[in-house]
Nanobody, 116 residues
Framework: QVQLVESGGGLVRAGGSLRLSCTAS????????MGWYRQAPGKERELVST??????TNFADFVKGRFSISRDDVDTAYLQMNSLEPDDTAVYYC???????????WGQGTQVTVSS
């Protein structure tokens, strides 16, 4: 069974950095596109970034070059967030999609809070 476990959230001041990790189990990691979504209170869940097995990345416009995404060859994807702003406060969810059957999975979410 596919399971995604996030870590690395927390409280940081504006301008600070955080690194989120997402470890996948029960999968052949190279068959999955990995990514991050976020959901702020009262708002819809929105895409932050994705990374395909071949390393091709995609970012939301609001990232503005502040965030980077990467993955290792084993089971973990990372989201490096720099120059954080209070508007980045949200629950961040790890996401995966099988490149063959397009089935999606979600992690449980990790809270990121940016104070002004």
């Amino acid at each position: 069974q596919v399971q995604l476990v996030e870590s690395g959230g927390g409280l940081v001041r504006a301008g600070g950095s955080l690194r989120l990790s997402c470890t996948a189990s029960g999968v052949i990691f190279s068959f999955y596109t990995m990514g991050w979504y976020r959901q702020a209170p009262g708002k819809e869940r929105e895409l932050v970034s994705t990374i395909a097995p071949n390393g091709i990345t995609n970012f939301a416009d609001f990232v503005k070059g502040r965030f980077s995404i990467s993955r290792d060859d084993v089971d973990t994807a990372y989201l490096q967030m720099n120059s954080l702003e209070p508007d980045d406060t949200a629950v961040y969810y790890c996401w995966s999609q099988n490149i063959n059957n397009r089935r999606e999975r979600w992690g449980q979410g990790t809270q990121v809070t940016v104070s002004s």
